[in-house]
């Protein structure tokens, strides 16, 4: 069974940053991969990151390249999400996901099997 659990998120400043944790158990022998998605208030849930197991690749949505670097610590089981030069448009409730099924592509959510309840993540102008 996977389970995922967020952390991290909080209230920060624009240009601020903030790394978000996502406590992965079950993951190491199942997983293909591990993504973040956010959702702000009124809108649909959008891809942020993935990254993948075997081999470890990562993917990043255009609005956050260069200013987000997802990772993962194989020993922590955790995948985090450091965040930089965050925006107020970035205010929303940041959800981490994992894959136990192969996939081409890991940045549709309705591949994702697992979620965690969300980190809220607010940034002030």
């Known amino acids: 069974q996977v389970q995922l659990v967020e952390s991290g998120g909080g209230l920060v400043q624009a240009g601020d940053s903030l790394r978000l944790s996502c406590a992965a158990s079950g993951c190491s022998n199942r997983c293909y991969a591990v993504g973040w998605f956010r959702q702000a208030p009124g809108k649909e849930r959008e891809f942020v990151a993935t990254?993948?197991?075997?081999?470890?690749?990562?993917q990043y949505a255009d609005s956050v390249k260069g200013r987000f670097t997802i990772s993962r610590d194989n020993a922590l089981n955790t995948v985090y999400l450091q965040m930089d030069s965050l925006k107020p448009e970035e205010t929303a409730v940041y959800y981490c996901?994992?894959?136990?099924?192969?996939?081409?592509?890991?940045?549709?959510?309705?591949?994702?099997?697992?979620w965690g309840q969300g980190t809220q993540v607010t940034v002030s102008s």
């Open positions: 990254i993948t197991y075997n081999p470890e690749t990562t």
């Open positions: 996901a994992a894959v136990t099924a192969y996939s081409g592509s890991y940045v549709s959510d309705g591949w994702y099997d697992y």
